[in-house]
C-alpha cells in the first residue's frame, strides 16, 4: 500500500506542471484530493486527466494569497473528508527584472503569491494537519531558494523567505508537533509554463529567456519531478533538491538578464 493511500492532501498550483503531475500520481496512489489553483480551466484539465481512477476530488478556484479564502478552503476540505494529512504548497509565479526597473507592484505580487500563498496555506491546513498521525507540510521554494542570481531580485527574495519560513517550521514541528513531517521542495530546471507566464520587466529579452528556459535549462519533466518530490516527503526528507545541480544554476545565472550575458 502506497504512503499515500486513503489520505487527505491538499496541492496548491495543480493546474499546471508540477502540482499537476503531484495531483495525478497523488490520486494514483489513491489519495483523496483537495486541488486549488486560481485557474479553473486549468483545474478542470487536470481533473479530467485524473479521470475515474482515483479517491474523492475537491476542487477550490481560489488564490493562494487570499488568506481568508485558503482558510475557508481547508475548513471546507475538513468538513468533506473529516481529516486532512497532507499539504503541497506549490502554486508560484517567476518574474524577471532588474530592481531598478521593477515597480514596486511586481515585487508586492511575487511575495504575495509566492510568500505569502505558503504561509497562508501552512497555516491554514496545518490546524488540521497535526490531527493526523502522520502529516505533511511541503513547501515549494525554487533553485532560487539557493542561490542568487542577477534579474531575480524579488523571485530570489520570496524564495528565501520560502526556505527561511519553512526551516523554522520544521524545527517547531519536531518540537509541538513531531507526527507532522515538513520539507522544503527546490526544484531547478523542470519543463513547465512557468517562464512562459512569467512577468519580466525591461530590458530583459523575454523570448530569449523563454527560449533558454524551454530549450536548454528545462530538462526534467514535472512527471519525474512530482516522482521526487513525493518520495522526499514520506521520507520526510528536510530538503528536496530536483534538477537543481551546478549546471542549471549557472545557466540560470547567464540567462537571467540580458545587460549580463
Ligand atoms: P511550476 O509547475 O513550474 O510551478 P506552472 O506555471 O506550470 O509552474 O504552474 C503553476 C500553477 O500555479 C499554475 O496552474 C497557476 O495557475 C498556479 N498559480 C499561479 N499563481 C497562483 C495563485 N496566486 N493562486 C493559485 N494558483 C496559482
Known sequence: MSYFDGRVVAVTGAGAGVGRQLAIQLARQGASLSLIDRDQHALNQTISLI??????????????????????????????????????????????????????????????????????????????????????????????????????????????????????????????????????????????????????????DRQAVIESFEHSIARTEPEKAAQVILRGAKQGRPRILVGTDARIIDALTRISGSGYQ
Open 51 to 204: 479521470g475515474t481512477q482515483s479517491g474523492a476530488i475537491r476542487m477550490s478556484v481560489v488564490d493562494v494569497s487570499d488568506r481568508d479564502a485558503m482558510h475557508a478552503c481547508a475548513a471546507e476540505t475538513f468538513d468533506a473528508s473529516g481529516s486532512i494529512d497532507a499539504v503541497f504548497n506549490n502554486a508560484g509565479v517567476l518574474y524577471t527584472g532588474d530592481v531598478l526597473d521593477a515597480e514596486f507592484d511586481d515585487f508586492a505580487h511575487v511575495m504575495r503569491v509566492n510568500f505569502w500563498g505558503v504561509v497562508n496555506g501552512s497555516k491554514a491546513f496545518l490546524p488540521f494537519i497535526f490531527r493526523s498521525n502522520e502529516g505533511n507540510i511541503v513547501n515549494v521554494s525554487s533553485a532560487f531558494g539557493l542561490m542568487s542570481a542577477p534579474g531575480y531580485s524579488a523571485y530570489n527574495a520570496a524564495k528565501f523567505a520560502v526556505r527561511g519560513f519553512t526551516e523554522s517550521l520544521r524545527q517547531e514541528m519536531l518540537i509541538l508537533h513531531p507526527q507532522v513531517k515538513v520539507s522544503c521542495v527546490f526544484p531547478g530546471g523542470i519543463k513547465t509554463s512557468i517562464a512562459r507566464t512569467a512577468r519580466m520587466a525591461a530590458p530583459i
